[in-house]
């Protein structure tokens, strides 16, 4: 079993930067493809960005590339997401996933394909 923590949302305004984090319970973390996804309002949840377990594949979504960086760092059980030239429609609760399989590039964006889930971080960008 997997626990996963996102901190680090908050208000930003629009260009603005914010960091997320992921904190994973487990000793097999290093093993798990981790990912984010996100949710608007009124929208279903979307794919964001995903990291391989070794941290050397990753995969974004179209919207996001250039503008967003997943990152992991294996000793001390954490991804992360920075997240640059926020826009107001930005604006969702960002969820942390994992799987216990390594990921791939038709896999990452089913939401089906995760395993464990945060409890979500809100990040708002006003305009």
């Known amino acids: 079993q997997v626990q996963l923590v996102e901190s680090g949302g908050g208000l930003v305004q629009a260009g603005g930067s914010l960091r997320l984090s992921c904190a994973a319970s487990g000793r097999t973390f290093s093993t798990y493809g981790m990912g984010w996804f996100r949710q608007a309002p009124g929208k279903e949840r979307e794919f964001v960005a995903a990291i391989s377990w070794s941290g050397g594949i990753t995969y974004y979504a179209n919207s996001m590339k250039g503008r967003f960086t997943i990152s992991r760092d294996n000793a001390k059980n954490t991804v992360y997401l920075q997240m640059n030239s926020l826009k107001p429609e930005d604006t969702a609760v960002y969820y942390c996933?994992?799987?216990?399989?390594?990921?791939?590039?038709?896999?990452?964006?089913?939401?089906?394909?995760?395993?464990?889930w945060g409890q979500g971080s809100q990040v708002t960008v006003s305009s």
């Open positions: 996933a994992a799987r216990s399989i390594d990921i791939s590039a038709t896999i990452v964006p089913l939401e089906a394909s995760w395993d464990y």
